[in-house]
């Protein structure tokens, strides 16, 4: 048999491909050399990080956040495995079901490495070192990334650890390095500071959360560093020895100068991902690759025909959502219709506490873009539901073009922001002005009119400020 489309990879970009192509009317494969379906994501991402970044939420909730809403708890006891079984059945029940839509998709799952043969050849070597060989008309490489690690510094998952080991710590570190202020080591270090450890993050550049808004930026490190962090950013981790009770950890200013020594329990190497694409077979076949990425044009193809990729192993944000439009545009394109990802409008999210959300462009973009903006602004201490729930920390930001007042990025820090920048994102979608959203009718009282009066704040005629 030959089919119409052979995935290799079945994490957020390589799954949803397969569905929509399933949905068209293609015979699909997908090939996975993971136990479980669902790549990075379901299995070691976002979904096990957002489990214990929930559950770690409310033992803290529990702790501080009740007795001022007037309700009188003993102070809670941390059961991690039990919070570590909540991790592992939701993750059980976000793989299964990959596994159920396949089966609803009449979509093979064929366990196992893949290899691209030849154009329109995948061989794949299975458990037991059996090869088989699919014959197909096209080929879609959505084979993700893996952890980025730094010379000299080995992981061994124990007290040297990935995300992945930082997902499963049979308990908390009483101190615990994270190396990276980035998305990964801001969420975890706040799991593992929630559950009781000292934290302390040293970040190469002089921020954190490289590429977000700075205002944003800055006031999430004050956030957390209210909440207990402690950061040493313009730093670089140099080594990290074991000592017998631990680690020792050498840091020096990135700009050159005198080191420091740390003493922790677990190093936490959160310094990003990078694109994965090893044993794929892409040299041979002279499939162009550029820092390790998959050269593809504006159509996911890359310089060899029958040959795609998507997702984290090409350009673009590392996100699951966005590998999941690209796999829903591949497929689209591949059945002859117009699939088309708007790289403009893909939101970020940051699950600390509160939420940063963000779309579209940053204060520091327009700048360097030299185009002409203007700000609005609201805090959510203005907000009448943040205060019935007691969750006023942070504030929506919307820039808009001065010219046209078309919205151009839409930036929140609060609780629930994570899911409130999705009126900006569609409003972004459709070219939608401040004072399109402005005028749209708000419930009250909700969190998002924050995001109505933002938009207001443009043109200064916010009414709660
Ligand atoms: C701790 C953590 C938290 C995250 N949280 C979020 C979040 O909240 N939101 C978000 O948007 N993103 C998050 N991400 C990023 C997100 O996981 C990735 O952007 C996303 O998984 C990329 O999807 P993908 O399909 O490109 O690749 P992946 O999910 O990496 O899947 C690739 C799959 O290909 C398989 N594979 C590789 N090579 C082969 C081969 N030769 N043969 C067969 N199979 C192969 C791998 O086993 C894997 O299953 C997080 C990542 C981490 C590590």
Redesign the pocket.
Same mark, same amino acid.
């Given at each position: 048999m030959t089919y119409d489309l052979v995935v +290799?990879?079945?994490?957020?970009?390589? %799954?949803v491909c397969a569905i929509r192509a399933a949905q068209l009317g293609m015979k699909v494969a997908v090939?996975?050399?993971?136990k479980t379906? @669902?790549?990075?994501?379901?299995?070691?991402?976002?979904i096990?990080?957002?489990a214990l970044l929930y559950a770690s939420e409310m033992f803290d909730e529990a702790a501080h956040g009740l007795a001022p809403l007037g309700v009188v708890v003993s102070p809670p006891k941390l059961d991690l495995p039990g919070m570590m079984k909540h991790k592992d059945v939701t993750v059980a029940a976000n793989v299964n079901g990959v596994a159920y839509l396949f089966k609803k998709n009449k979509i093979d799952w064929v366990s196992?490495? @893949?290899?691209i043969a030849a154009p329109g050849r995948v061989t794949?070597k299975g458990a037991e070192g059996k090869e088989s060989t699919l014959e197909t008309k096209a080929i879609v490489i959505? $084979?993700?990334?893996?952890?980025a690690r730094l010379p000299g510094v080995q992981i061994d998952e124990k007290t040297v650890i990935s995300?992945?080991g930082?997902?499963s710590l049979a308990s908390p570190p009483k101190k615990l390095i994270v190396v990276g202020a980035g998305? +990964?080591g801001l969420?975890?270090g706040s799991v593992w500071r929630r559950l009781g450890s000292e934290v302390v993050v040293v970040e190469f550049l002089d921020h954190v959360l490289t590429g977000m808004d700075s205002e944003v930026a800055r006031f999430m490190q004050r956030t957390l560093e209210k909440q207990g962090f402690a950061f040493h950013l313009g730093h670089k981790l140099a080594k990290v020895e074991a000592t017998g009770a631990g680690v020792k950890a050498t840091i020096e200013p990135a700009a050159g100068g005198e080191a420091k020594t740390l003493d922790a329990d677990v190093v936490l190497v959160a310094v990003g991902?990078r694109p994965? $694409?090893?044993?794929?077979g892409l040299e041979a076949l002279g499939v162009k690759t550029e820092r390790g990425q998959v050269v593809v044009d504006a159509h996911f193809a890359t310089n060899v025909p029958g040959i795609y990729a +998507?997702?984290?192993?090409i350009r673009g944000p590392?996100?699951?959502?966005?590998?999941e439009d690209e796999?829903v545009a591949v497929a689209e394109l591949l059945a002859g219709q117009a699939g088309h990802v708007n790289y403009g409008a893909i939101p970020?999210?940051v %699950?600390t506490s509160p939420e940063v959300a963000s779309v579209g462009k940053t204060e520091e973009e327009l700048k360097a873009e030299g185009v002409a903006y203007v700000v609005g602004k609201f805090p959510f201490t203005a907000n009448g539901r943040a205060r019935a729930m007691r969750h006023t920390d942070g504030f929506v930001k919307i820039l808009a073009d001065a010219a046209t007042d078309r919205v151009l990025g839409g930036h929140i820090v609060g609780f629930g922001a994570g899911e409130m920048i999705h009126e900006i994102v569609v409003l972004m979608e459709f070219g939608g002005s401040s004072e399109d959203l402005a005028r749209t009718c708000h419930a009250h009282p909700t969190m998002s009119e924050a995001v109505k009066e933002a938009a207001l704040a443009v043109a200064k005629r916010a009414i709660h400020i």
């Amino acid at each position: 048999m030959t089919y119409d489309l052979v995935v +290799i990879g079945s994490g957020p970009g390589g %799954y949803v491909c397969a569905i929509r192509a399933a949905q068209l009317g293609m015979k699909v494969a997908v090939v996975e050399k993971m136990k479980t379906l @669902g790549g990075t994501c379901l299995n070691i991402g976002c979904i096990p990080s957002k489990a214990l970044l929930y559950a770690s939420e409310m033992f803290d909730e529990a702790a501080h956040g009740l007795a001022p809403l007037g309700v009188v708890v003993s102070p809670p006891k941390l059961d991690l495995p039990g919070m570590m079984k909540h991790k592992d059945v939701t993750v059980a029940a976000n793989v299964n079901g990959v596994a159920y839509l396949f089966k609803k998709n009449k979509i093979d799952w064929v366990s196992g490495e @893949g290899r691209i043969a030849a154009p329109g050849r995948v061989t794949v070597k299975g458990a037991e070192g059996k090869e088989s060989t699919l014959e197909t008309k096209a080929i879609v490489i959505a $084979t993700g990334s893996d952890v980025a690690r730094l010379p000299g510094v080995q992981i061994d998952e124990k007290t040297v650890i990935s995300s992945t080991g930082a997902l499963s710590l049979a308990s908390p570190p009483k101190k615990l390095i994270v190396v990276g202020a980035g998305v +990964i080591g801001l969420e975890l270090g706040s799991v593992w500071r929630r559950l009781g450890s000292e934290v302390v993050v040293v970040e190469f550049l002089d921020h954190v959360l490289t590429g977000m808004d700075s205002e944003v930026a800055r006031f999430m490190q004050r956030t957390l560093e209210k909440q207990g962090f402690a950061f040493h950013l313009g730093h670089k981790l140099a080594k990290v020895e074991a000592t017998g009770a631990g680690v020792k950890a050498t840091i020096e200013p990135a700009a050159g100068g005198e080191a420091k020594t740390l003493d922790a329990d677990v190093v936490l190497v959160a310094v990003g991902r990078r694109p994965f $694409t090893e044993g794929l077979g892409l040299e041979a076949l002279g499939v162009k690759t550029e820092r390790g990425q998959v050269v593809v044009d504006a159509h996911f193809a890359t310089n060899v025909p029958g040959i795609y990729a +998507i997702g984290d192993v090409i350009r673009g944000p590392m996100l699951a959502h966005k590998a999941e439009d690209e796999g829903v545009a591949v497929a689209e394109l591949l059945a002859g219709q117009a699939g088309h990802v708007n790289y403009g409008a893909i939101p970020a999210v940051v %699950y600390t506490s509160p939420e940063v959300a963000s779309v579209g462009k940053t204060e520091e973009e327009l700048k360097a873009e030299g185009v002409a903006y203007v700000v609005g602004k609201f805090p959510f201490t203005a907000n009448g539901r943040a205060r019935a729930m007691r969750h006023t920390d942070g504030f929506v930001k919307i820039l808009a073009d001065a010219a046209t007042d078309r919205v151009l990025g839409g930036h929140i820090v609060g609780f629930g922001a994570g899911e409130m920048i999705h009126e900006i994102v569609v409003l972004m979608e459709f070219g939608g002005s401040s004072e399109d959203l402005a005028r749209t009718c708000h419930a009250h009282p909700t969190m998002s009119e924050a995001v109505k009066e933002a938009a207001l704040a443009v043109a200064k005629r916010a009414i709660h400020i």
